[in-house]
């Protein structure tokens, strides 16, 4: 099946540094790339919904001025949480799609970040 | 390396008809599975499992993990329209930060 991967796995930043997060398809070109944070009790909460080449589209309640998303290749798109805060520690998931409507999305990983 | 294998991978049925879902994994340090209905974009929490031979239930949904055997089942009786949809099974490592690794989804249509 397909594959989707994310680097790194985990990382621990300080608080107002800014880090990046690559989810990649690997055997894929992926239209739409999703974004998702998990939160306790396990729900996955949708932040942003990118396509390779323009602008990503933010749900509704996600600061895109802090969770920077750029699609810019079929195969890659970066999340960066820029000015961290210990409150945006979570667990970041991305999942790709070859449809743009999101149709047989397959996930990464997921990022582990912690922020002190 | 961690692994998710789900069965089958799409179903159609008719209202009213009982499915079980099935999936199977390997993982490198067992912390929890976890099952997921996604209707649209964003997958909606359903259950998760940490000790074997305990049924979840919620409404027609209901869910065990054979942890001996390494997997999980989903049952949904008296299906609805409203119950097609993909349905994600997901296992935690605990290592590595409790990464995810989610299966390649079971696709369920119910037919009226």
């Known amino acids: 099946g397909a594959v989707v991967s994310q680097h790194p796995s985990r990382v621990i930043c300080k608080s107002g540094t800014s880090v990046k997060i690559e989810c990649r398809s690997l055997d894929f070109q992926a239209t739409t790339m999703f974004w998702y944070r998990q939160f306790p009790k396990k729900s996955l909460m949708l932040m942003a919904t990118?396509?390779?080449?323009?602008?990503?589209?933010?749900e509704q309640g996600v600061e895109k001025d802090k969770f920077l998303i750029n699609h810019a290749s079929l195969t890659l798109s970066t999340l960066t949480v820029t000015s961290a805060h210990p409150e945006d520690s979570s667990f970041y998931i991305c999942?790709?799609?070859?449809?743009?409507?999101?149709?047989?999305?397959?996930f990464g990983p997921g990022t582990r970040l912690t922020v002190t | 390396e961690d692994k998710v294998v789900q069965s089958p991978l799409s179903l159609v049925v008719h209202e009213g008809d009982t499915v079980t879902l099935n999936c199977s994994y390997e993982v490198t340090n067992f912390r929890s599975l976890l099952w997921y209905k996604q209707e649209k974009k964003a997958p909606t929490f359903l259950f998760m499992l940490?000790?074997?031979?305990i049924e979840k239930k919620s409404g027609r949904l209901s869910s065990i993990l054979d942890k001996k055997e390494l997997f999980s089942i989903l049952n949904i009786t008296a299906t609805q329209t409203g119950d097609s949809a993909v349905y994600l099974c997901a296992v935690e490592d605990n290592n590595a930060g409790n990464m995810l690794t989610f299966g390649g989804g079971t696709r369920l249509m119910v037919k009226p």
């Open positions: 940490t000790s074997s031979g």
């Open positions: 999942s790709a799609s070859s449809w743009p409507s999101g149709y047989e999305q397959y």
């Open positions: 990118s396509n390779e080449g323009s602008k990503a589209t933010y």
